[in-house]
């Protein structure tokens, strides 16, 4: 049995989901569970719109009739004028009229999930139906009866026992009868309401599936040749890994790789699963394997470049250590508010952290903060992460900037630019 993740710039486009039916058709004969994510950019869109509603804004419905337009465009592309898929993708879009009707709930995070998410119910709406048009058998399964989460909106956390059962109870008789196909980065509470795991969630979700299913093996599909040594975005001589440990492949989603979400591997290391990440344009290539005892090889420092970064900088207002006692608040409000801490460091007066730049959850993490303590920042910042790194590598890295962080251990060298 197999877990097959496709990301959104694999289906884009119509072309991208024909080309998805094609490498799906070449496994005919296994069990195959089909996980995707939203199409192109439409998780941006509608954080934009999210933030139209939330915020009041006069562009709100020209926003949803573009996401609208986009989709209704790569149905007609590939159906025609008449399909029962025009029926599926406006009921679904139906959620969204629904939710902003009403005046905005006071949780932003409840909100982004409600809205945010239907982007992956609309995408495998349109993939299912091209599988069927195509004579592929396969089933559309509404993750959020399945992936069993609390209530963390924004950042799910999973009820394995609970979502193990739901899996194991229906999926497997599914699977015999033909391809499943479902969405990425959603989950669902007790009560019904939408839960997201993360942004680039879908690998986590795929290696849920995995886990509880006992797969052979996951894929995810990308538009890159495998797991590179850096971002070919910002590096024109990238290496490409042949094989990776499950130790490697986290320590490099921890430190913020974005080929693969940080939650992904430790599911499939627990079952023993290899992770394959393989580009969709070629899908004969071998691209990468992420696997227990695989053989690790660093020709080049492993590169990580994380942008709209801000410099946090706490002291105590009456200028005594930094104590335990401090550390211990200062940590409660980072958890309370779902801020993770990219860097951080210590001296005898302030505490120091390089976080993400969330707007509302900086902002509310700001106001705690100042509650007790001083609170100085930088942002729009770079954080450069090295692992294996050589002095020359960083030296060439930061030349001509600013640093304003700089830590070093025995693998990783990490620094804040400005």
């Not at 289906?11 to 058709?25: C, E, H, R, W």
């Not at 194991?168 to 015999?176: E, G, H, S, V």
């Not at 509470?189 to 006992?214: P, W």
């Amino acid at each position: 049995m197999l877990v097959f993740k496709f990301g959104g710039a694999s289906v884009k486009d119509a072309q991208g989901v024909i080309n998805l039916g094609n490498v799906v058709s070449t496994y005919s004969g296994n069990e195959i569970l089909v996980v995707v994510s939203a199409m192109g950019k439409t998780t941006n869109a509608l954080e934009k719109l999210t933030d139209a509603y939330f915020n009041g804004a006069d562009d709100l419905h020209e926003i949803f009739e573009e996401i609208k337009n986009y989709h209704y465009q790569i149905a007609h592309e590939l159906f025609g004028e008449s399909h029962p898929v025009f029926d599926e993708i406006a009921n679904t879009f139906v959620e969204i009229d629904w939710a902003i009707e009403d005046e905005p709930h006071d949780d932003y995070d409840f909100i982004y999930d409600q809205i945010v998410s239907i982007g992956e119910l609309v995408s495998t709406r349109i993939v299912n139906a091209w599988f069927n048009h195509k004579g592929i058998t396969s089933k559309w399964l509404d993750v959020r009866g399945y992936i069993h989460t609390d209530n963390t909106y924004r950042e799910g956390v999973v009820d394995w026992d609970k979502t193990r059962a739901s899996i194991q109870k229906d999926i497997p008789a599914m699977l015999n009868k033909g391809i499943v196909v479902t969405q990425g980065f959603l989950g669902g509470t007790s009560e019904n309401f939408t839960t997201t795991l993360g942004r680039e969630g879908s690998d986590y979700t795929a290696s849920v599936f995995a886990a509880c299913l006992g797969a052979e093996s996951v894929t995810t599909w990308k538009d890159v040749p495998g797991i590179l040594n850096a971002d070919p975005k910002f590096f024109a001589d990238t290496i490409k890994f042949d094989e990776l440990s499950y130790q490697e492949a986290i320590e490099m989603t921890y430190y913020g790789a974005s080929v693969i979400h940080p939650k992904t591997i430790k599911p499939l290391q627990n079952a023993n699963i290899p992770l394959l990440v393989k580009p969709f344009t070629h899908p004969d290539a071998p691209g990468t394997v992420i696997k227990e005892n695989a053989v690790n090889k660093f020709e080049k420092p492993v590169i990580i470049i994380k942008q709209k970064q801000v410099l946090l900088s706490i002291s105590a207002n009456d200028y005594s250590f930094i104590s335990e006692s401090h550390l211990s608040e200062i940590f409660g409000l980072f958890a309370r508010y779902h801020v993770k801490m990219n860097m951080m460091q210590t001296s005898a007066l302030s505490f120091t952290a390089c976080i993400d730049y969330t707007t509302d959850r900086f902002e509310k993490l700001l106001q705690a903060l100042k509650q007790t303590f001083k609170v100085r920042y930088n942002n729009e910042l770079t954080l450069i992460t090295l692992r294996h790194y050589t002095d020359e590598a960083v030296m060439e890295l930061t030349a001509g900037k600013t640093i304003l962080m700089k830590q070093t251990s025995r693998n990783t060298a990490q620094v804040v630019l400005k």
